[in-house]
């Protein structure tokens, strides 16, 4: 974090806080009164809650030992999301509190954590928790922004100087893909701005798993879109695509092959692959 940043993180998040009173932090703008309780698509209130944290080494190699922080509730609807639960209903999750969740931070650090890194759900749905957190922590902290990417510039804004890696998960590119995947006609054009911005703040790792079935209308389109917009990020391909039970995701694993080959792909056009 930047020291000078670091010094405003708890007015950057006094100010998302009194926003929360018809809320827009992402496209979706459902303007609901968050402070007095009511929730919106994120079904979150004003309230932050975090179901899981953990030490964690399966990151990218340059984030592990990472410390993993999830954030209840999401503004997208995945329709293969591992945690569903915890966006479905994220009412249900523990409630954060803010100096214990410190000296947590302080403890992993102690066990080997190089990275915290801040994921969910979507942590930009409770950015207001994560800019008290921060606040509350040294600055020699490096944070991960571990997101989806959908949101507006009040939280691209907020973050500026607080972040030092942005690990962006670019998750399709078709309309018609990522209306019925991810339940965001929008979603590209949101994402590329906010991953663009991003370039100029920090580290900036963009992250496609792949899915079965979508090499043409996403895969090739996102990495054609590196190479010629976003090619000083770094770009992990990840083939650990978990399949649900049921459509309209695909229900198959993915084949090796796919993953060789979008490897392959992304040399071939001169991208910055990493493991």
């Known amino acids: 974090m930047d020291p000078q940043a670091h010094m405003q993180a708890s007015e950057r998040g006094r100010d998302i806080w009194e926003g929360l009173g018809s809320c827009?932090?992402?496209?979706?703008?459902?303007?609901?009164?968050?402070?007095?309780?009511?929730?919106?698509?994120?079904?979150?209130?004003?309230?932050?809650?975090?179901f899981r944290e953990m030490l964690f080494d399966r990151e990218e190699s340059i984030l592990n030992p990472s410390h993993q922080l999830y954030l209840a509730g999401c503004n997208l609807r995945c329709t293969f999301?591992?945690?569903?639960?915890?966006?479905?209903?994220?009412?249900?999750?523990?409630?954060?509190?803010?100096?214990?969740?410190?000296?947590?931070?302080?403890?992993?650090r102690r066990q080997g954590a190089k990275t915290l890194n801040l994921l969910g759900g979507e942590?930009?749905?409770?950015?207001?928790g994560v800019l008290e957190l921060l606040a509350a922590l040294e600055p020699e902290v490096t944070v991960v922004w571990n997101s989806n990417m959908y949101y507006n510039r009040h939280v691209a804004e907020a973050l500026n100087g607080l972040v030092d890696i942005y690990l962006a998960d670019l998750k399709c590119w078709d309309t018609r893909c990522a209306e019925g995947l991810l339940g965001a006609r929008d979603y590209l054009a949101t994402v590329k701005g906010n991953i663009l911005g991003a370039m100029g703040r920090g580290m900036v790792i963009v992250r496609h798993v792949l899915i079965p079935g979508h090499m043409d209308c996403c895969l090739r389109p996102i990495l054609n879109w590196l190479a010629c917009e976003a090619r000083d990020v770094l770009v992990s391909l990840r083939g650990d695509y978990v399949p649900p039970a049921l459509g309209p995701a695909p229900t198959g694993y993915l084949d090796r092959r796919d993953l060789d080959l979008a490897c392959s792909m992304a040399r071939d056009l001169g991208l910055r692959l990493i493991q």
């Open 123 to 128: 942590p930009a749905v409770s950015v207001h």
């Open 81 to 108: 999301c591992s945690v569903q639960e915890w966006n479905a209903e994220p009412h249900v999750a523990p409630l954060m509190d803010v100096a214990e969740m410190a000296e947590l931070v302080r403890l992993r």
């Open 24 to 50: 827009e932090l992402c496209p979706r703008a459902c303007r609901v009164d968050r402070l007095a309780g009511q929730k919106g698509f994120c079904g979150l209130d004003a309230q932050v809650r975090c």
